[in-house]
């Protein structure tokens, strides 16, 4: 995810410090303003959420009672543990105006890597 940052797309995980695959610093194009940054933003992690959702939905329909109850316990776990990796990783944010996209981001990103993670696991 880039951000405008002093006039220039940045990479949002970059800014926060966070460890990052292989992917440029920058981007070119004229940056959104911080509002459209952060509609963007929500946007994208409500899309996931829903992605996520749907997917628990089909797997509790699809497994017996006991493995869907479990799955279900585990998923209110990872919620907690979402929430305070979420809040652990914006101690390093330290830019004004970036603590909403930021949540937003590692929301996402934590969320996807739920998603792919019950694919792996329930097939």
């Not at 628990?56 to 979402?82: F, M, P």
């Not at 652990?88 to 330290?94: K, N, Q, S, V």
Request: net charge negative; with cysteine.
């Amino acid at each position: 995810t880039y951000v405008g940052h002093e006039g220039r797309w940045h990479n949002l995980a970059m800014l926060m410090n966070l460890e990052v695959s292989d992917v440029p610093r920058f981007i070119d194009g004229p940056p959104l303003s911080p509002q459209e940054e952060l509609e963007l933003a929500r946007r994208s992690l409500e899309e996931t959420e829903t992605e996520l959702q749907n997917t628990l939905e089909h797997l509790v329909e699809n497994l017996d009672k006991k493995t869907a109850k479990l799955l279900l316990a585990s998923q209110e776990a990872w919620i907690g543990y979402r929430d305070a990796m979420v809040a652990y990783e914006l101690r390093r944010t330290d830019h004004e105006g970036e603590v909403e996209r930021a949540r937003c981001f590692l929301r996402q990103r934590l969320t996807r890597s739920r998603i792919d993670e019950l694919h792996r696991h329930y097939g």
